[in-house]
């Protein structure tokens, strides 16, 4: 056969492969860091039995909604604290009807595995023994807002601040501590799970920390409103609730 | 401009100053032995001390991050017996600015000492002056214009580093945020008013630099 | 110049299993250098600049064994080499090397040994007036013309009070009436400073004028040594006759040895020459320009044992003298002063008879 004939051919035939495949949906989610592994998991289930693909870009919330502020492609935004999700809001940039806050979480302090820093409370943390803390840049990353308005109820903050080595999000938090570059990090229980190198020193009470909320949404722009409601109803609905219960996350309702 | 991001601008200023001064001497020595001297092992060195202007810049930082943490062989060495931490600190900044620049000077510097008449260096010694003086009096005068014209471009190039610094300074507010790592985080935040100021700053001194590096060399040239 | 050997201090300098593999050749030398002046005589590329720089210490060679009177500076059979900054031996290359970024003065001064006793035979102000660079010191090196660089760079290698002084080309990058200028000057170094002086040069004139001793070095090898006048009245082989200026050099053929006195064939000439000390057959014969004289007659009996019927081929004026090319059967060259060129009226065609005394054709063993 002529190559040129051959080559007409595979590209007929590459774009028969490509229609098919686009009845199918791609849907770009935009999720905090500390939803990572859980996400993941409850997709799985999901792209078997709708046939649609699920895009996931993970990183601290805030550099996600700087990202769908300037047009990034996203159809789900699914943030790790409100203030994140009210700003998209205010900007008209979600769907707020579609607008639920779907799971809590709770802080810990860790420190890496072999360490033997005895931390029992916030003020620990203002110790000597403590020369550097990992959190999740306090000024902009939920997890570090969070860790920053725990410290400062505890009245800590001010002699805890000039130790605070800022993360870009807070799986990187988390990273840092295990390198053992820092004594102590500040992250979620969720994050904790999948390491082998941190342990956990102490676990912050839900009546000393801030209220935590993670919200879902559609994001106004997105090209696939019809199939990014149905995984978003996915993610509301129970199967995906006991996947995040798994990871340690908390139920809202 | 505030208080704050003029802190940073100083900041930035005199920590790729001191790692330019830093780099230095061994730049110099380096140079000197790959313009003047051939020994076994010369060409891998060469590559190596290229590595830092080819490979992404996060590359290197996590090679530096893996060298000089608490739990590598040189920071755990550090932090064991001198008590002393880079990861994290102004230490490291210094550290990024200094490999990430240092090949930049090693280029300039090595081209300048291949310029010098060889035979200058000759007659010196037979007049009876030591290596170390021929070196001094004769070497680095006559390539004078070539290392200055390197050392400012390190210098441009420290201004301006981030992927490594961001890798093992981490962005300290206060502590080691240079000029990069402020823009960053500043649009990250959504205060680009503040951005913009620092990027303006950012462009005026790379600006001054490269100018200064390529008057020089015109002058080098013109001078011939 | 060549002057009345002087009386002072006795030199030295051994040169000995010296083997330095170069580009095309190795070099290798085996030669006791004991005069005030000795000039490295020989063609470019011939490997001289390499062994001055083997004598200054700028070049290792695998072999060498080199002593500068009663030290031994290199020894590669110990694996002792003295470095050059301690060898005190002062070296003007071709290029002058002055430092383009320091002042005249600066330059001199560079190699002064500060603190210390001064050997007053090199002081500061001795050696200025002596090369007459005094009005020069306050200028910058690109200032300077050819002439007055050179006698600054001859001042700066002084003034570090060394033992030995290696010059190379010292006038090969200067016009005649520059040359002229110098040599005086060059002289006054070996009277003054009673140090030792080797000095490479390819130029004849230049061994002639400047040397007492010569060294004759071709393609890495010593062809000969000796005083200057012997190497060129009487070169050792074919290739040294060539570099010393014999002009006149042919193939010819002994036929007979009467008394002392040899009759040689070249081209369908007889000559007679006098026997040399390795009888031959087959020889070269060099007649050099200056042993020719030119007659316009041939009749008026002389001494003279070879007058040979010879046409003028060309003139080729040079400076006070011309030479004039012959052919007597063979190409001959004459060197006669201009005025004479001009009484006999000599043009090329003209019939003339040049005449060459039997001493004056020197036979070289061909095999």
Redesign the interface.
């Known amino acids: 056969m002529k190559p040129l004939n051959s080559l007409c051919i595979a590209v007929a035939l590459g774009l028969c492969v490509a229609v098919a495949k686009s009845s199918a949906a791609e849907i770009t989610v935009f999720a905090a860091a500390s939803l990572t592994d859980s996400l993941k998991a409850t997709t799985a289930a999901y792209e078997q039995t709708t046939g649609d693909k699920i895009i996931f870009s993970f990183g601290?919330s805030?550099?996600l909604a700087?990202q769908i502020?300037a047009g990034a492609p996203a159809d789900i935004f699914f943030s790790a604290d409100e203030a994140r999700m009210e700003d998209l809001d205010k900007k008209g940039l979600i769907d707020a009807g579609t607008r639920k806050s779907r799971l809590g979480n709770t802080l810990v302090v860790v420190v890496p595995a072999d360490s033997a820093l005895p931390i029992k409370s916030a003020r620990d943390l203002a110790s000597d023994a403590v020369?550097?803390l990992a959190l999740a840049?306090p000024?902009?990353v939920p997890a570090g807002i969070y860790a920053k308005a725990w410290l400062t109820k505890q009245n800590v903050w001010s002699v805890v601040e000039p130790k605070?080595?800022?993360?870009e999000n807070v799986r990187a938090a988390l990273a840092?501590v295990e390198?053992?570059?820092?004594e102590a990090g500040v992250v979620y229980k969720t994050d904790v799970g999948i390491s082998q190198k941190v342990k956990i020193a102490y676990e912050v009470p839900a009546a000393d920390a801030p209220q935590i909320s993670y919200p879902l949404a559609l994001v106004k722009e997105s090209k696939q409103p019809e199939a990014a409601k149905k995984f978003l109803r996915y993610l509301a609905a129970e199967e995906a609730g006991q996947v995040f219960q798994r990871f340690g996350f908390i139920l809202l309702e | 401009m505030s208080s704050e991001e003029w802190q940073i601008v100083w900041f930035t200023a005199w920590v790729s100053a001191l790692s330019t001064v830093v780099i230095l001497p061994f730049g110099l020595a380096l140079a000197w032995a790959l313009a003047r001297r051939d020994w076994p092992g010369k060409s891998i060195v060469e590559t190596f001390v290229s590595l830092p202007l080819v490979m992404p810049p996060v590359a290197t930082g996590l090679i530096l991050l893996q060298m000089f943490g608490r739990r590598g062989p040189i920071g755990g060495f550090l932090h064991d017996k001198l008590d002393l931490d880079i990861i994290f600190t102004w230490r490291a900044v210094l550290l990024a600015l200094g490999v990430m620049s240092f090949p930049l000077l090693v280029r300039s510097a090595r081209v300048a000492f291949e310029e010098v008449n060889p035979r200058l260096e000759q007659i010196a010694r037979t007049l009876g002056a030591s290596q170390w003086r021929v070196f001094f009096t004769i070497t680095v005068p006559l390539a004078a214009r070539g290392i200055i014209a390197g050392m400012i471009l390190a210098f441009a190039r420290a201004l301006g580093e981030f992927g490594a610094t961001i890798m093992i300074a981490g962005n300290i507010p206060g502590k080691t945020s240079t000029l990069s790592l402020a823009i960053f985080s500043e649009v990250q935040l959504g205060q680009d008013d503040r951005a913009f100021r620092l990027l303006g700053v950012s462009v005026a001194l790379a600006f001054a630099a490269v100018w200064g590096s390529e008057w020089l060399l015109r002058r080098n040239r013109e001078s011939k | 110049m060549a002057a009345a050997p002087q009386p002072g201090k006795q030199v030295s300098l051994l040169l000995k299993n010296i083997a330095l593999p170069l580009a095309s050749f190795t070099l290798e030398a085996d030669v006791e250098i004991r005069n005030r002046v000795t000039a490295i005589f020989g063609p470019s590329g011939a490997g001289k600049t390499s062994l001055l720089d083997l004598v200054a210490g700028l070049r290792r060679a695998p072999s060498a064994f080199i002593q500068l009177n009663d030290r031994v500076l290199t020894d590669t059979a110990r694996g002792f080499c003295v470095p050059t900054h301690h060898r005190g031996i002062g070296y003007v290359p071709q290029d002058l090397a002055l430092f383009p970024h320091l002042s005249v003065r600066q330059n001199l001064l560079y190699g002064c040994k500060s603190g210390g006793a001064i050997d007053p035979l090199f002081a500061f102000d001795r050696v200025t007036d002596i090369l007459e660079i005094q009005p020069l010191i306050a200028r910058g090196v690109r200032e300077l013309s050819g002439g007055e660089k050179q006698r600054v760079a001859l001042a700066r290698a002084l003034l570090a009070s060394p033992r030995l002084l290696l010059l190379d080309e010292p006038l090969a990058s200067l016009d005649a009436p520059l040359k002229a200028k110098i040599i005086p000057y060059l002289a006054r170094i070996r009277d003054e400073f009673q140090i030792p002086m080797l000095c490479v040069t390819h130029d004849r004139v230049e061994a002639l004028t400047l040397a007492d001793e010569i060294v004759v070095l071709v393609n890495g090898k010593v062809l000969q040594t000796g005083a200057v006048l012997d190497v060129f009245n009487r070169p050792a082989n074919a290739d040294v006759a060539k570099l010393v200026g014999m002009e006149t050099l042919h193939p010819g053929t002994v036929t007979s040895v009467t008394e002392g006195l040899v009759a040689v064939r070249v081209a369908n000439q007889t000559l007679t020459a006098v026997a040399p000390a390795q009888a031959t057959r087959e020889v070269f014969v060099c007649i050099r320009g200056e042993d020719v004289t030119l007659q316009r007659d041939s009749e008026s009996p002389s001494s003279v044992r070879n007058r040979l019927a010879a046409r003028v081929v060309a003139l080729r004026p040079e400076g006070a003298l011309v030479r004039v090319e012959l052919d007597a059967g063979f190409r001959l060259v004459a060197a006669i002063t201009r005025p004479a060129c001009e009484d006999l009226n000599l043009q090329p065609g003209l019939a003339v008879t040049a005449c060459i005394k039997a001493p004056a054709i020197h036979l070289i063993a061909r095999e």
């Open positions: 601290a805030s550099t700087r502020e020369k550097k840049d000024k902009a605070v080595v800022p993360t840092a390198s053992g570059n820092v």
